[in-house]
């Protein structure tokens, strides 16, 4: 096609930029970038992702690409002033993974490529024996592993067994007479795995290195991160050739990690880690424990090495406008740039970066919105453990990702999974986390190790996800069979329960209580922005006054779903119900009717005292009676003495009420139909309460009492007119009634239904169940399947179905707006805080979303996006055709 | 508003006819139209059904009807000869109640107003005292009942006693001193139960009267009717004022009923009953036993009446070309004729009689096909009891209505609710019914009675349901406390089980063994005119050989269903999918489905074998797996023994595979996603089906391959690529593909299953559960409440929801057809053969209903209904809007 494949950068010479992301992927972009602003980078060129689409379809390399390399080479081997393959000057090149959005350590990357028995001498010659021999084996190990797919731990082995026969700490301690016999025993070992010796012709090397790059996309551990982060799989990765620099020259040289700010906290201060005498993997891998980048270290050991990083952290922060994560290499006295992109960070500090940004006025207030990423929010809104309380620490480590869990013991992925699956939370501990972890950490609430630093690998993806991770817990020794671990004095048990502090590094015996988290400054800050900016009402759905209290802190507007049969499942009602539903007689029936009534309008006065001049939506009875009912012997035979009837009485009225398929039973108001006097009986408690207040306290409201589960217009119209009855012994109270729209009948019919209802709420979890045949509970068992099969691209019960589900809405608001166009339409499903499904309830028109309070302020900060991108956020990604 | 509310009927002047029906009644327009024929009847006049409508309006009768009935009596009395009340030539009447459609025995009567204790006096004068003390009694007895609504036992206790005292059989056998005595012992009664003397103002019976004639049309037992045979509410009755005839005068006089042709069996031969000085209410009470009428008795006792009978009834059939249903009186050898209608008839009986009237040319082939309700055919088609085997008569009684039933013995409505409700199936024994017994007859499944005649209630209402009965059966004694009834020598208790058949009168013990039925010559005759008229193709559900078999005899022109699980639940096989389902290992799943395929495709030899150049479509798996496990700890440790596992195993398998709501569980094309080996070894079984009947045999299928569940292209695609994967394996053969429609979620995204799927075929039964929230096996708990409360018309697993489903229908028609014109479109639910759904899927444009093989002549005939009516069938009234 003669499209241009491969892209050139250096000090002198660059074909790239930032924009260029899609084609040289975040690394080759941000390269080039460095080099057109003058950051010293050592030189290279990009193979662009184009290529590994063309890997992908044709099951190889393009032809030309062969020659196109060493023509690419040859301009590099000028800059460098050596030659790849030159048995005096040789030219040494990593060859890198760079795909378009960041995947840590999913990749993989192979340094020192055109190493072999000669080019070592020769690299030998010119610097010193130790370092290449060094450079040798590790060469060996990586492209081994990468290329030859070999176990890395046939080579930790014989290193193993090399340093303690030498008795040593580390690589850097053996003799050159000890690397060498390590690397024989290195080549025996490919020989004897492959049966062929390893490859001493550097092109082959270079070009197995570029395939098995790569072919690195579709590695099992890569799929999984994809999948957790919904990148797409078809974008393919750029791979970077980049002639080498070496921090294990020598003592005057080092590599290392540095942010531009605090990733954990947020805070304007650079934080970094680095190793002397050391390559990149090492500090990423775990094994070896870095020092902290400060005054102390650095500045003493190298201080100018210090002082000009510490410029170009500046230099690139106010560049990108964004916290970078910077890696870079010192080669005897000589800073080079390895690699910026966008740091990853915690939700709260992010948030605080976010803040001070603008209040730096680096980034504009919508452009702070804009990188606040709604999914992050959650760990910050939820409750969170109780520190202060009493708690047994047995150990420390360093906190390596914030935030606190608590779970119980597991030691590796297969019984992360088990635990999780009989609904367990699990805290992985492990000596080291590697890429074949992905999974469990991904279901485990948090993460513990052994060994690594605040840059290893649990660390940097621990704090991507958000989740807990202490690193290098102070002698924690886990069992070989990872039956226990032993903590100090402490022995802790497989399935023993645990928490573990990300803030402080501390762990803690047993699970910690939880409370409400206190919302930061700057979260506040950022929530008053959004509320300037969204267009749609953010309620919440709060059944009690502690949930209202809940929702009103959060920002609520409202309350769009407050549902009553929480009231009756409290500890103090829930007999009162079974009384209700186990009655014989008129008499008991109306007498526990009463009962009931009297605690429906003492919980209805408080919460509308608290929502006075708010919205409050009351929805009547929804679930079928059998749920109230005691489902095994002892329950019932506990119910049965409490209420003086005979177990036999209670079993055969459990037996009668129970339901085949009871999400399609007798509930909803299909229990007004046949038991009237329960909602009547609710909707006396909702309009005397209104009553009272007004004429008692002179307080105001005009609630909204929503019916669930309608289908037809005539069960509307006879409900409204239980309603205008009852409302009649209560001179001049307001209130307004509307329909649930939870059932493909409702949608459907919705003109007709709209001619009764004063507002319609949309319950898309219902409605997801029946428009999709698809049991909530029961999907469980095949939704994976379905998502690995590529039907579903998301659980259909967080992400709005939108062409399924959302054609029946986009049915229902026509038709309802057609028949009535003044009428309030909202949504109170689970969806109504997605972030992906707000963009789609937006452009349908709806007024409302009614959520968890939890989840209120993420509600916001979606509407907020799609206001801002005129209804095109990057975060929904669902609109309506 | 002056309009016209009273019409009068003469020989002289009319002014009615029979196309008045709906403001006269059936009774008063037939009434009319035969005086204006020439036909004897007795003058009157009446009331109109604008009277009753105004009556329920205003809780009274209009103002100036007063007036208006006293200048009608008037016009009567010159025609009579005699005065309303004059003590010397009183006047007497009828107050006959007169709905549209024929309600026999639900709505009340009143005979001989105007009787008092001077008027008898008069009438005793002018003919005989004993006739006018009859009269007087029957006249307090019946006014008592329907006006005063006092039990008729208190009056039948007194009459009982006074027959005892006297020794003698009957009322006429009374001498008219003790008939004085009852009168005043009726006189009493009244008086006692109301505290008011029985009232001497004839003006006041003869208002009271009608008053409660037109009140009786919202009696208990009214409305229970109108229900059952959907008659509306609205319509009210006429009331007929009538100059008596009295049967009961002499024994020159009679009462009696006759048909024109045979109720029964449609032979075209008078049937009918009288008896001999009586009036008309002895002889539906079932108190007497008529005698036939025929030669030897009516033909001998008065042969000019029986010969004008004669010429009357062939008379009136001709004029109306229906069989007619025919009251007369003789008063003192006069014949009157009281009433006429079109003849409640048996099924059979209407087609023969339909065929036989073609054949005479009294009416067209077209006239004829509309004249056979679908609803009727189901008793013809059903299984029949196989009266040839070996069986114990343990009685005989008077085959009032024929059809064979078998079930459990109940002696009143309530235990027969009790016993339905458990899915049992019941006879009702009775020692006569009355209109109060009216739910029990509509659920039982044969009806037995001591007493009564073959124009008895037990006998006409039964015919017109449909459903056997036999009456006045020899020597049966019932229990009074409804324990158990002796019959002969043989003691049945309730709840044991007997057998009636309806037509030879005989009583069997214990339930008969079932075979196909034989359609009459009759039957197929209207069929072929049938296939002649109708458009749209009627295939049937059939999932064995054995089904295929009964579905071409039935005259299934394909078969649109074939269910391939039940293939799966034979005998033989549960284990094989058992096996398959438990298996661990590759190799025994791999050997499960095996075994399995081969059975499947000999299954498929003879089914395919047996339709060539028709229609087959098959349908792949649909039930969830665990439908096919054990279920309780017996069956668990069978199959445990069975498969030679552990029953922990099976039970754990069990448990795991348990659902909650398994409607929208793991079933369908789901099984297929996740176990694609089924699947894939179904379509193998079909393909090489008929890759090894085309190269063996010769013979050329080509199936359809039918895809349950589907909610998403993906899905079908990738079922469709199975397909094609298998199909390479046989060179060449022939197959297409579809899908059910049978979620919203697939009637929403219809156009792009059409760009996969060959045709579509809805699923009624689960499109409603879905659609509409409901479960059909728990809706039963509150489907009559919600049928009571007006929400459900009628059940909607019976007639399609036209307003959700139907809605949700027309999306996926249009959506399907528009992505695809070709697109061939059916339905295979239960709905496919409902008379009241196919008028919707013939304008929505299907081309196809499958449905049980049993109901396809009921779907043709209703097709053809509406071909010939252009849509608008009368059994039809659904339609699209």
Chains 1, 2 share one sequence.
């Not at 424990?289 to 005054?295: E, G, K, V, Y």
């Not at 991904?442 to 704090?463: L, P």
């Not at 807990?468 to 023993?496: A, M, Q, R, W």
């Not at 608290?610 to 489902?631: C, S």
Request: hydrophobic share 40%; glycine share 6%; charged share 25%.
């Amino acid at each position: 096609m003669g499209k241009k494949l491969i892209y050139y950068f250096s000090q002198s010479k660059c074909d790239g930029n930032a924009e260029m992301k899609n084609l040289l992927g975040s690394k080759g972009a941000n390269l080039a970038e460095m080099c057109n602003i003058g950051i010293p980078v050592p030189s290279g060129f990009t193979l662009c992702t184009q290529v590994c689409k063309m890997y992908y379809n044709n099951d190889k390399l393009p032809d030309n690409l062969c020659g196109e390399i060493k023509n690419f080479m040859a301009i590099l081997e000028e800059d460098a002033g050596c030659k790849f393959g030159d048995p005096n000057h040789p030219l040494l090149v990593s060859v890198r993974s760079g795909s378009i959005d960041s995947m840590p350590g999913m990749l993989d990357t192979i340094l020192n490529v055109g190493l072999n028995d000669e080019t070592v001498i020769g690299l030998a010659k010119k610097s010193n024996e130790r370092f290449a021999y060094d450079s040798y084996c590790r060469f060996i190990t990586m492209y081994s592993n990468v290329v030859l797919q070999l176990n890395h731990y046939l080579f930790q082995d014989i290193l193993d067994s090399a340093r303690c026969k030498n008795n040593v700490e580390s690589l850097v301690d053996l003799d050159v007479s000890t690397l060498k016999q390590i690397i024989n025993d290195f080549k025996n070992i490919v020989y004897e795995n492959t049966g062929k010796h390893f490859p001493q012709n550097i092109n082959e090397q270079l070009l197995s290195s570029i395939t098995a790059v790569f072919s690195s996309w579709k590695n099992e551990r890569a799929v999984s991160y994809r999948r957790i982060h919904n990148i797409s799989e078809d974008l393919g990765t750029a791979v970077n050739i980049q002639t080498m620099v070496f921090g294990n020259l020598n003592n005057n040289s080092a590599t290392g990690v540095i942010f531009t700010r605090n990733p954990s906290t947020g805070e304007k201060k650079c934080f970094g880690e680095f190793l002397l005498n050391a390559q990149g993997e090492d500090i990423v891998s775990g094994f070896y424990t870095p020092l902290p980048i400060n005054n102390n270290t650095m500045g003493k050991l190298m201080p100018e090495v210090y002082e000009e990083l510490y410029i170009i952290c500046k230099k690139l922060e106010e560049y990108y406008k964004e916290m970078q994560d910077i890696e870079f290499t010192v080669q005897d006295g000589k800073l080079w740039i390895l690699q910026t992109r966008s740091g990853k960070r915690t939700p709260e500090a992010n948030i605080r970066i976010v803040v001070d940004m603008v209040n730096e006025k680096m980034i504009t207030k919508n452009n702070g919105i804009l990188k606040v990423d709604p999914n992050t929010l959650n760990s910050l809104l939820h409750p969170i453990f109780d520190i202060q309380c009493d708690k047994q620490v047995i150990g420390v480590g360093l906190p390596a990702s914030p935030g606190i869990a608590s779970g119980y013991v597991v030691f590796n992925t297969y019984n992360a999974e088990k635990a999780v699956k009989q609904g367990k939370q699990v805290i992985l501990v492990r000596s080291e986390t590697s890429p074949e972890d992905i999974n469990g950490m991904n279901i485990a609430s948090g993460i513990m190790t052994a060994r690594g630093g605040m840059t290893s690998h649990a660390a940097v993806v621990t704090r991507g996800m958000g989740k807990p991770c202490i690193c290098s817990v102070n002698g924690l020794h886990i069992d070989k069979n990872e039956g226990f671990f032993v903590l100090g004095e402490v022995k802790i048990n497989k399935d023993d329960p645990i928490t573990i502090n990300g803030n402080t590094g501390e762990v803690i015996l047993g699970i910690l209580p939880t409370i409400l988290p206190e919302l930061s400054q700057e979260f506040e800050t950022i929530m008053q922005w959004v509320d300037e900016i969204k267009t749609i009402k953010v309620l919440a759905n709060a059944d009690t006054p502690k949930d209202v209290e809940i929702a009103k802190k959060f920002g609520a507007e409202g309350i769009g779903l407050c549902r009553t049969e929480h009231m009756f499942f409290a500890h103090d009602r829930i007999n009162l119900i079974q009384k209700l539903i186990i009655a014989d007689s008129q008499d008991e029936r109306v007498n526990a009717l009463e009962e009931l009534e009297k605690m429906q309008k003492s919980d209805f006065k408080e919460i509308f005292s608290m929502m006075v001049d708010k919205e409050i939506t009351v929805r009547l009875l929804d679930p079928p009676l059998h749920e109230f009912l005691p489902n095994n012997k002892q329950s019932i035979k506990k119910v049965a003495n409490l209420l003086g009837r005979s177990i036999e009485d209670i079993r055969s009225k459990v037996e009668q009420l129970s339901e085949q398929n009871p999400m399609l039973g007798h509930r909803g108001c299909r229990i007004a139909i046949s038991y009237p006097e329960i909602y009547r009986m609710q909707i006396r408690a909702i309009l005397s309460t209104v009553y009272d207040l007004r004429n008692e306290k002179n307080i105001v409201v005009k609630p909204e009492i929503m019916i669930p589960f309608v289908i037809s217009e005539k069960e509307l119209i006879l409900i409204c007119e239980m309603a205008r009855e009852e409302a009649r012994n209560f001179n001049n109270v307001q209130y307004s009634i509307g329909t649930m729209i939870e059932l493909p009948r409702a949608a459907l019919i919705a003109d007709k239904l709209a001619k009764h209802a004063e507002f319609f709420s949309f319950g898309t979890n219902d409605l997801t169940q029946t428009t999709m045949g698809l049991s909530r509970d029961d999907s469980v068992s095949f939704l994976d399947t379905y998502k690995q099969a590529g039907i579903f691209e998301n659980d259909p019960f967080v992400v709005l179905d939108v062409e399924g589900v959302g054609e029946l809405m986009k049915i229902a608001v026509t038709k309802g707006r057609k028949s009535c166009p003044e009428l309030k339409i909202g949504i109170c499903g689970e969806h109504g805080a997605d972030p992906k499904s707000i963009g789609f309830f937006i452009n349908l028109g709806l007024q409302y979303v009614s959520c968890s309070a939890y989840r209120v302020p993420i509600a916001k900060l979606v509407a907020a996006h799609i206001a801002l991108n005129q209804g095109h956020s990057k975060f929904s990604e669902l609109t309506t055709n």
